[in-house]
């Protein structure tokens, strides 16, 4: 991608309208679709600032800077993802969570573990879904302290839930199995066959090891000791390969309350609207193990929406299935 001084057209016409959004003025021309003088040296100004190379061409790089740097707050769906969401309106939500208490990590612009976790506290004391997702409801819940937030006075520190999102997982031993988990061109293997059960297992785990768990990554379940306090096995199910994942739990005589919470926080996220959650609660025996299996049905047609809907859904399932092992670990009986 390049876009330099002498170029016309619509791609133009959007350079200059984000550069004036953020305040770079392009003179009486103003948008006008032409890449000359003033564009050019908004652009260079604007490279200075974010520190990128002074060329007054854009190409991807200072492009992407540039969408980053107009997002506002509410403009799009903010979740975990990998690569890690970022932008402006993710500066302008870390602000707001530190001014009502919840965060106290970097404010740095990238929705990260760290972050997400704040968000959930947030929405805890909002009584709303602490799924980490910064979609409609939690927007307009921040949006109603808006004045508030951005007035230079001090802002009433709300009080976090007792038990903290991060530290309840800190320390904690989880296995996490996927067949493919350990294979180099892992995400190769997601973007070409767009395997749910493997990008699941992937995000499930690397959140986990970010939140300082101590994860084990397994391919035979032969290889996990009894001392590990949640296993949990990602897998295509048998009978229907496409749209059905399933979720092992095999560890101890506590596989059934383990399953249990997972399920009913899989329930409430999904809600029906999404996928519909499918449960066998009887312990069943594998190589020794108790297990139980959760499958969990993508039924209205996942493969036929956007991007963004089905990194919701992964986000939601990846949520619920965190919140019930932090809810099996914290003692909370499962409904």
Not at 75 to 99: C, E, M, S, T
Not at 179 to 197: P, R, V
Not at 298 to 316: A, M, R, T, Y
């Amino acid at each position: 991608m390049q876009i330099k001084k002498g170029d016309r057209g619509k791609e133009v016409v959007d350079v200059q309208r984000r550069l004036s959004i953020i305040g770079f003025g392009l003179g009486s021309i103003a948008v006008d679709g032409a890449y000359e003088v003033n564009t050019e040296a908004a652009v260079r100004k604007f490279q200075i600032q974010h520190e990128l190379p002074e060329t007054g061409v854009i190409n991807s790089k200072t492009w992407r800077a540039l969408v980053d740097a107009t997002y506002k707050l509410g403009d799009r769906a903010l979740y975990l993802r990998y690569p890690f969401l970022h932008g402006n309106d993710v500066f302008q939500l870390q602000r707001w969570l530190v001014a009502l208490g919840f965060h106290d990590g970097e404010i740095d612009g990238i929705f990260g573990p760290v972050t997400e976790c704040s968000v959930r506290e947030c929405q805890l004391n909002f009584a709303l879904s602490t799924d980490g997702i910064v979609g409609s409801a939690t927007i307009a819940a921040l949006f109603t302290l808006r004045k508030m937030l951005e007035s230079e006075k001090n802002v009433p520190i709300m009080k976090p839930s007792s038990a903290s999102f991060v530290s309840s997982i800190q320390g904690k031993k989880i296995a996490v199995g996927c067949d493919s988990l350990k294979q180099e061109d892992l995400w190769q293997e997601i973007e070409e066959n767009d395997y749910l059960y493997i990008d699941l297992a992937y995000r499930f785990s690397n959140l986990l090891e970010l939140l300082g768990a101590d994860i084990k990554i397994f391919n035979d379940i032969s290889e996990i000791k009894a001392e590990y306090e949640v296993v949990i096995s990602f897998k295509k199910h048998t009978k229907n390969i496409d749209d059905v994942m399933v979720i092992n739990h095999a560890d101890n005589d506590k596989s059934i309350i383990i399953a249990s919470c997972i399920a009913n926080e899989l329930d409430v996220s999904l809600r029906g609207r999404l996928g519909k959650v499918e449960t066998d609660l009887a312990a069943h025996t594998y190589q020794d193990r108790p297990q139980v299996e959760i499958v969990v049905n993508h039924s209205s047609g996942l493969d036929k929406k956007d991007e963004l809907e089905k990194d919701v859904f992964k986000q939601k399932v990846v949520s619920a299935i965190f919140d019930g092992i932090k809810k099996y670990f914290a003692g909370v009986p499962a409904l």
